[in-house]
């Protein structure tokens, strides 16, 4: 049997040398966008330059304009869009046609340690390691450059009363703000930017180059360096290795990555892990991963035998209710002082955005990408997550939310469903004002119509004569009451003070608050109190109205009935005193409350809605400072705005030595400041 050496015989051996003369100045050039057989060595070139450091490199050739392949009147105008019609020194076409082209580098790989240039001469192979592997591909800057022209002179043709505007605008305030620490983490973002990682590059300069080509003397000269310059068996040691050790250098092992596991269960969720947590942090993690599910699978999630009550109770803290299903909260998904990976904005911002995508999935089962988009206004990443979230793409559909209505779960829990409901109208009322849109925008068209009922004309006629003879009999019954007389003892309502308020007791518009309802959200009779008779409201409602003034001084009706619906999703689960609450009612629990209507003239062209020019102040307190809230509310019947100085003045010659932290108290209680005037709260107009 032959032996292995006979298998693979040695036929020659060639000398190895390893070349340093151009070890951290060689570069190999490649042109992906043309054929290897059609090269640019004989091509004229014209400039070129490089950014040692960043690896960058430009070379400017020029473009052969009497080849027959060549299109004169498309470079005649390319230098036209370029450069204009008027000559410079700073023109990049300077015979007025394209007759040259740049080419930028891209750097092929970063790792350029196992890549090296050969030449073999006389049996010997000489090999000068890589200091980078360029591609060149054209450069179309110029189009930029022409971009910029044809804004300029737009900007040039518009500009001609831009003078007479500036001249004409108002005097506008100052707002001066201090940058606060930048933190580690904002720092990191910083110096990964892109703008950052533009501005860095641009600070490198150009180090200009003087071509040489192929057949060029200098070219040859340089080309002697890739041989090793010396062979002297002294500085040139063998290589003494074994066989084994030097597949070893050819092929090194893949060294063996140590996968640090998450301490927590954070993006691989570890069941054993995630039940030593409490049970709080149990649901806030798992819908912090899974984004939304239905009660039922979270139920499934948790160990056997965990209190359902104690799981929605930890629910609301950080989901919502949509559709029977629940979703994670916008603010446990992007914290306070975060932003977004994707685009840099605000966690604030991100918040709002994502509340109103929720917010269309309580009102229907699919939305529009474009619609959202035009509303939010945020950048095609984050909208796109924040569906992502919740719903799928549909063809022609648009985003249909991802999981079916869970009517089991809003039927067996009616009382969480209610108070999700109330919640999800305060958010709608913050939307609203941030957004400028009206619940009525988003409707769906579709909404099924309840079919017309037809009912002949005797039948009407017997309706009519039926309701005739209840409303004769109704009163028959009055007429008996009155003679019985000694029988029937009438019972006066107590008169209050209503009549001293300026108050304005006209029947309420259609967006205030129909009675039987909150915000148009039916509900049961509050078995506390009859509002269509005219009772007095409970206790519960007017403690609510004192501490909400204690706390706020100046509402305007939107604003109470905002925080109303806030307070009444707060309630515990079962909790029904506070339903069937109308605007007429709110208005005599602020009565009861010793709060008083300020009559505020707000300019004819205001977009405030009939609540919002709705405004009370809180009257009387006890304390002698209410003699001061007194007199800015009678400053305000004059005036919607007003300027500080007029305050204080008019404090101080209505009551001598008012201090200033009397005056700044005044203010801060009821008032907010916006350009230089002051305003009462919710009172300022956009």
């Known amino acids: 049997m032959a032996s292995t050496d006979d298998d693979d015989p040695i036929i020659e051996e060639i ?90 580098s891209i750097q092929a790989t970063t790792n350029t340690s196992r890549y090296a240039a050969a030449v073999f001469r006389k049996g010997e192979l000489h090999i000068t390691p890589l200091t980078g592997i360029l591609q060149m591909r054209p450069s179309f800057s110029y189009l930029d450059k022409a971009d910029n022209k044809t804004r300029e002179r737009e900007a040039a043709n518009e500009g001609g009363d831009s003078s007479q505007d500036e001249a004409e605008e108002d ?40 071509y040489h080509g192929v057949k060029d003397s200098r070219s040859e000269h340089e080309r002697q360096y890739l041989f090793c310059q010396s062979v002297d068996a002294s500085e040139n040691s063998e290589l003494v290795k074994t ?53 039922a699978n979270l139920m499934g999630l948790l160990a056997s035998g965990t209190d359902s009550t104690a799981v929605l109770r930890c629910i609301q803290q950080v989901a919502l209710l949509v559709q029977g299903n629940w979703v994670v909260k916008s603010d446990v998904l992007y914290p306070k002082n ?91 009322s913050k939307l609203e004002k941030v957004f400028n849109f009206s619940k009525e925008d988003f409707m769906p068209k579709n909404a099924p119509q309840p079919e017309p009922v037809n009912v002949t004309g005797e039948e009407r006629l017997k309706m009519a004569q039926e309701r005739a003879h209840e409303n004769i009999s109704s009163l028959q019954k009055d007429l008996d009451t009155k003679r019985a007389g000694s029988s029937v003892h009438i019972k006066q309502e107590p008169v209050s003070d209503k009549d001293d308020e300026p108050m304005d007791t006209t029947s309420p518009p259609s967006s205030s608050i129909p009675n039987g309802s909150v915000n148009g959200y039916p509900s049961t009779t509050s078995p506390n109190f009859d509002h269509t008779n005219g009772n007095t409201p409970s206790p519960e409602l007017q403690d609510f109205v ?34 069937s609450v109308s605007d007429h009612v709110l208005q005599d629990a602020m009565l009861l409350c010793r709060c008083k209507q300020i009559m505020v003239p707000f300019p004819a062209q205001t977009t405030a809605a009939a609540d919002e020019q709705k405004v009370f102040g809180l009257w009387e307190t006890g304390e002698d400072f209410d003699k001061h809230r007194r007199l800015l509310y009678e400053l305000f019947t004059k005036n919607y705005r007003i300027r500080r100085n007029m305050i204080q003045a008019r404090l101080a010659q209505d009551f001598e030595d008012v201090p200033k932290t009397d005056v700044d108290r005044v203010l801060k209680e009821c008032c907010i400041s916006h350009a230089g005037m002051w305003y009462l709260k919710g009172t300022i107009q956009s």
Request: aromatic share 10%.
């Open 15 to 104: 000398d190895v040398y390893l070349a340093k003369s151009l070890a951290d100045k060689l570069y190999l050039f490649q042109y992906p966008v043309r054929p290897s057989t059609m090269t640019y060595d004989d091509v004229n070139h014209l400039m070129a330059k490089i950014k040692p450091k960043q690896q960058r490199v430009e070379l400017e050739m020029a473009i052969n304009a009497m080849s027959p392949n060549y299109c004169r009147s498309k470079g005649e105008q390319i230098a036209l869009n370029v450069d204009g019609t008027t000559f410079d020194e700073t023109n990049t076409y300077s015979v007025k046609m394209m007759d040259k082209q740049t080419f930028s």
């Open 171 to 210: 005097v506008k305030a100052v707002t001066v703000r201090f940058a606060r620490p930048e933190s580690e983490q904002a720092r990191q973002r910083r110096i990964h930017s892109y703008e950052f990682l533009q501005k860095k590059q641009a600070e490198e300069p150009w180090v200009h180059l003087h």
């Open 243 to 295: 066989p084994k050790e030097y597949l070893a250098m050819l092929m090194p092992p893949l060294a063996e990555e140590k996968i640090v596991k998450p301490v927590g269960p954070s993006n691989v969720l570890s069941m054993a892990q995630l039940r030593t947590l409490p049970l709080g942090e149990q649901v806030k993690t798992l819908m912090k991963n899974v984004k939304m599910m239905p009660f």
């Open 338 to 428: 975060t932003c977004s990976p994707h685009s840099g904005v605000p966690a604030e911002v991100l918040c709002r955005g994502r509340d109103f995508v929720m917010w269309r999935f309580t009102l229907e089962r699919s939305v529009m990408r474009k619609e959202i988009a035009s509303t939010i206004k945020l950048p095609p990443e984050d909208v796109k997550e924040f569906l992502e979230h919740v719903a799928i793409p549909r063809i022609n559909r648009g985003w249909e939310f991802l999981l079916p209505t869970d009517g089991e779960f809003i039927k067996k829990h009616p009382d969480v469903a209610h108070r999700q409901h109330m919640l999800w109208l305060g958010i709608q």
């Open 546 to 579: 004192t501490k909400t003034f204690r706390k706020h001084f100046v509402l305007t009706l939107n604003e109470l009935k905002r925080l109303f619906n806030l307070h009444l999703a707060s309630m515990p689960a079962g909790w029904s005193v506070f339903q």
